[in-house]
């Protein structure tokens, strides 16, 4: 139980283009979600937190306009790169929560743009 | 929220039992302790979580002293698979969020 599935894994794309990360809890309903970046060998970096039909919450130093946040239903979040540039490059990772169980992360997508 | 130190990194061999401890000093009462493992270019994944005392499970034990300022994973015969980053997180009991502190990496040997 309580999967997370982050979709896609991979992307690589020019500068300039916006890109689209979709996660999804496919078997409990996710009441938040968590959005975080990591760099190579570093920590998790929280960047916003998402309550289904609510506005993200960003932290502190994340660009809400750059980095768009929905979360349209109980099973899915997405997150969009806006004109994403060579220093969005990074490894993206959500998570989901139901109520106060712990949270359950996806297999990340690394974004490459070139 | 309440901070984490654990030890950067750490080395064990195949069949010994593994003790990864934690700092959180300032832990608030409805707080509670959770524990995640992570390998690269993946998801951190949920390994167990816990109150006091001791929590078990398949994978992991968990150990909490009274004060619950510091706790203990324990992966009680470690193997090369075990190799990876573990993360010690202190989370309110609720919708509060996580604030993952640098972790600690964990080396298995043959």
């Known amino acids: 139980g309580a999967v997370v599935s982050q979709h896609p894994s991979r992307v690589i794309c020019k500068s300039g283009t916006s890109v689209k990360i979709e996660c999804r809890s496919l078997?409990?309903?996710?009441?938040?979600m968590f959005w975080y970046r990591q760099f190579p060998k570093k920590s998790l970096m929280l960047m916003a937190t998402?309550?289904?039909?609510?506005?993200?919450?960003?932290e502190q130093g994340v660009e809400k306009d750059k980095f768009l946040i929905n979360h349209a239903s109980l099973t899915l979040s997405t997150l969009t790169v806006t004109s994403a540039h060579p220093e969005d490059s990074s490894f993206y990772i959500c998570?989901?929560?139901?109520?106060?169980?712990?949270?359950?992360f996806g297999d990340g997508t690394r974004l490459s743009i070139l | 929220l309440a901070k984490t130190t654990q030890p950067i990194s750490m080395d064990s061999y195949e069949g010994q039992e593994v003790n990864i401890t934690c700092s959180h000093n300032?832990?608030?009462?409805?707080?509670?302790i959770t524990w995640y493992q992570q390998f690269p270019s993946q998801g951190p994944r949920f390994i167990i979580q816990?109150?006091?005392t001791k929590v078990t499970n398949e994978v992991a034990s968990l150990f909490i002293p009274a004060d619950r300022k510091s706790s203990t994973l324990s992966l009680p015969r470690g193997s090369l698979s075990d190799t990876a980053v573990y993360y010690c997180?202190?989370?309110?009991?609720?919708?509060?969020?996580?604030?993952f502190g640098a972790g600690t990496r964990l080396a298995v040997h043959p």
């Open positions: 300032n832990i608030a009462t409805n707080d509670y």
């Open positions: 816990g109150y006091k």
């Open positions: 997180l202190v989370e309110a009991g609720g919708y509060n969020k996580l604030i």
């Open positions: 998570s989901a929560r139901e109520n106060n169980q712990p949270q359950h």
């Open positions: 078997d409990f309903q996710a009441t938040t």
């Open positions: 998402s309550n289904e039909g609510s506005k993200a919450t960003y």
